[in-house]
């Protein structure tokens, strides 16, 4: 019985304490909800960019804008073995298209990153989609490594299943950023639910397909293409289940006479000038319906 009591008391202890001070912050703590102040903290939602990137162009949400994705970046260079690697190429192309469209105006341009950073493959259609980009433009530039002399530009654009073996090839090479030594790093924002992302992608692979389209149209004279028609591949930085998005590939880094157009003011204000126009054409078609 006396055991009994003893172990009574200790469990009872600890209520009796805490009703005491309840009791106590009733009679003698301050009213409402009694804290001196609160500290909030918004908590990043899971796979969201940490910042986004500033929206360029006219002060006018309205304005159709345009997400421009220079492939690669920091600690990932992309291709390239020289001097010259691919996520230096890529973002003068990117900044070059970028200043096109801001002087024709009428667009907003975004940038995905302005200087040299490292952006996980998924986050960077996620930029897009957060913005709410109307249309979205990865540029990268491909190397051809014991593939013989390949060169000019190709336009990509998202398939679940590639077109064929020579694209599957590039997208794998592309979607290897995220790998370092054979490990996947983690980062990636992991997709919503499948059915609805197929869902929405089917229906901006139509456009996908017509803006791919223009710029081989634009292209055309201003500089060369190694694929007539655009191609498709399961690429990382494509999958933006709402934004039209198209990869431009934009030559071969270990071609010298891709490598001296790419990186000659003439040969970039080229590339500038016909997808800018090809960016044009599609608003303008889109808002014809
Ligand atoms: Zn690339």
């Known amino acids: 019985m006396r055991r009994f009591l003893i172990l009574l008391v200790i469990l009872l202890t600890p209520i009796a304490v805490f009703a005491a001070m309840v ?4 009679t003698f703590g301050r009213p409402g909800r009694g804290y001196d102040y609160v500290v909030t903290v ?4 899971p796979g969201a960019a940490a910042a986004l990137p500033k929206v360029l162009g006219p002060p006018d949400s309205s304005r159709p804008l345009v997400v421009i994705d220079p492939g690669h ?8 073995a020289g001097e010259l690697k691919e996520k230096a190429l890529t973002l003068s ?5 970028r ?3 801001l002087r024709q105006g009428g667009v907003r341009v975004a940038l995905t990153r302005s200087d040299d950073t490292y952006l996980f493959l998924g986050e960077r259609p996620e930029i897009a989609r957060l ?4 249309l979205y433009i990865s540029i990268h530039a491909d190397s051809t490594e014991g593939e013989g002399k390949a060169l000019g530009a190709t336009v990509y654009t998202l398939s679940a299943k590639g077109s064929n073996e020579a694209a599957e090839k590039i997208a794998a090479r592309e979607n290897a950023a995220d790998v370092v030594n054979g490990v996947k790093i983690a980062g990636q924002s992991s997709d919503v639910s499948t059915a609805l992302v197929d869902l929405a992608q089917r229906q901006s692979q139509t456009q996908s397909e017509l803006f791919a389209r223009l710029i081989l149209r634009e292209g055309l004279g201003r ?3 190694k694929e007539a028609d655009p191609q498709s591949a399961a690429f990382a930085v494509l999958k933006s289940p709402d934004v039209p998005s198209v990869l431009f590939e934009s030559g071969y880094i270990n ?9 000659s003011g003439a040969g970039r204000q080229n590339f500038a000038e016909a997808v800018a126009r090809a960016i044009r054409v599609f608003f303008a078609r889109a808002a014809q319906g």
């Open 23 to 26: 009791q106590a912050d009733r």
């Open 42 to 45: 918004d908590l990043p939602r």
């Open 73 to 80: 970046g920091g600690k990932d260079p992309g291709a390239g």
């Open 93 to 97: 192309l990117a900044i070059a298209l």
């Open 99 to 101: 200043d096109e469209l």
């Open 131 to 134: 913005l709410g980009a109307d």
């Open 223 to 225: 500089m060369p293409f």
């Open 255 to 263: 071609n010298e006479t891709d490598v001296a157009r790419l990186t």
